[in-house]
């Protein structure tokens, strides 16, 4: 696994690598987590299929929703992660390389599920896209503007964004609030803040400041760093609502 | 006694995965079925949700089960779209709807606070008394996804709030439903399914 949320293609295959995943999975959920996402990177771009029985795994183990981002290009890979027991799938890379995908998966199944996931930076004053991230091989500028790319992309059928901002993602500072905010006032679907959670504090103030509907983080959690029903009470005190 | 043996009933679309493991965990057997017979026999019926009303409507009406579903005497439990088709009607696609209960389906209204869809967790409050909602607490936690939802009505036993109050749980007779996702509601929905799955013909 990387960074607590990405496994590797290879050794996903390895049924050890998969109780792991389920363990993590079973441990988050007892701790109060309100949702999941599972990075899926087996599905490599060489268009080989791809064993989803993991899906099922998980989704026999849950009872709170789950997203599978990563490695869905089409609606028939949609369709066999939904009908797995995913609740949600989220895309980034194939929706910039077609937007119409949006289109097509949210006429399909609905806007609900649709979750388009962007890798935002912010360079000469302006926040830009990016693509292919799960690779830094292949990480290049998606040449789009953020705030352009989601209006368009909710117009197309989103139902949710989640919005990692990449200056701030593994460096544990904070989320990227102004960034955030910014996307925020621009976004009428729910909109899920990612990249830069290092301590509670930052959960509260990206909540209290940018009123984003959710916040999304990895390695504070897979470290034990902090404990998700701590965080909860924590938010609570602060008087941010949320599922205790 | 035995297990309940539940037949979740056919509307078409995906996503009756979550709903099938969360019965397993708890300890019943289920299948998918379109078949009336099938749906006759079973000790619980679902009408789970997914897709539009107007498409859902017709793959039931396909299958004869319009006129079957009201008359169904085991426990029935709509959730999230099968709520609103237990009602008269919607307004979604103009629909109508089996009409269990009398109440017509509104579309949520949108604002900058609250989005529609209304897509995640919610507090109910309870109203009244149902074995459905036995032991589960006043403000519990449940996960919602929907454009449309029922209005209060007199077989409300349970409400919840997007830009008004809407029907979170609904009961009437051997029939209750559900706008919110129980199979992924953590404890509570798997309180709530239990409370369901322990009732008797």
């Avoid at chain 1, 771009?45 to 789950?66: E, Q, Y």
């Avoid at chain 1, 990612?194 to 909540?207: M, N, Q, R």
């Avoid at chain 2, 009201?70 to 009409?99: F, T």
């Avoid at chain 2, 032991?135 to 919602?144: E, P, Q, V």
Wanted: proline letters at 4%; a negative charge.
């Amino acid at each position: 696994m990387r960074d607590g949320k990405v496994v590797k293609g290879v050794q996903f295959r390895n049924h050890r690598v998969v109780g792991d995943i389920l363990e993590l999975a079973r441990r988050y959920c007892e701790e109060g987590a309100d949702e999941l996402v599972f990075y899926d990177i087996t599905a490599s771009p060489d268009g080989r299929s791809v064993d989803r029985s993991w899906v099922n795994s998980v989704a026999s183990l849950l009872d709170i929703p789950f997203c599978v981002a990563g490695g869905i290009r089409s609606v028939a890979d949609a369709e066999d992660v939904l009908n797995k027991g995913a609740d949600k799938i989220s895309i980034n890379s194939p929706a910039l390389a077609n937007p119409k995908l949006i289109d097509e998966l949210a006429k399909r199944f609905g806007s609900q599920c649709v979750v388009l996931g962007v890798d935002s930076r912010a360079e000469d004053g302006q926040y830009s896209v990016y693509q292919n991230t799960g690779d830094p091989n292949k990480t290049s500028a998606a040449r789009r503007e953020t705030v352009a790319w989601v209006l368009e992309a909710q117009d197309r059928g989103a139902g949710e964004v989640v919005l990692n901002c990449m200056n701030q993602d593994g460096v544990r500072q904070g989320y990227d609030t102004m960034q955030l905010s910014v996307v925020r006032k621009n976004c009428s679907v729910p909109l899920i803040a990612s990249g830069g959670a290092g301590e509670p504090a930052h959960f509260l103030d990206v909540f209290t400041t940018a009123h984003v509907d959710g916040a999304l983080a990895a390695s504070v959690f897979h470290s034990g760093e902090i404990d998700i029903m701590d965080l909860k009470t924590f938010l609570t005190e602060n008087n941010v609502e949320v599922r205790v | 006694m035995s297990n309940p043996d539940v037949a979740i009933i056919d509307g078409g679309g995906a996503n009756i995965a979550s709903l099938q493991y969360a019965l397993e965990r708890l300890g019943a057997t289920s299948k998918l079925s379109s078949d009336a017979a099938t749906i006759r026999s079973a000790s619980h019926v679902i009408l789970p949700g997914v897709g539009a009303a107007a498409a859902a409507m017709r793959k039931l009406r396909d299958h004869d089960l319009v006129a079957l579903i009201p008359q169904l005497e085991q426990p029935v439990l709509g959730i999230c779209l099968g709520m609103q088709l237990l009602g008269a009607s919607s307004d979604e696609d103009n629909a109508e709807c089996i009409g269990v209960f009398p109440d017509h389906a509104i579309k949520l209204h949108a604002s900058p606070e609250t989005p529609v869809p209304n897509m995640g967790w919610c507090q109910i409050k309870r109203c009244g008394n149902s074995p459905l909602t036995d032991g589960i607490d006043d403000g519990s936690w449940f996960y919602f996804v929907h454009s449309f939802a029922l209005p209060v009505g007199k077989n409300t036993i349970a409400s919840a709030t997007h830009t008004g109050e809407f029907s979170a749980m609904i009961a009437k007779d051997n029939f209750f439903a559900a706008q919110f996702h129980p199979e992924r509601s953590s404890s509570a929905g798997a309180k709530l399914l239990r409370n369901f799955l322990e009732m008797r013909t």
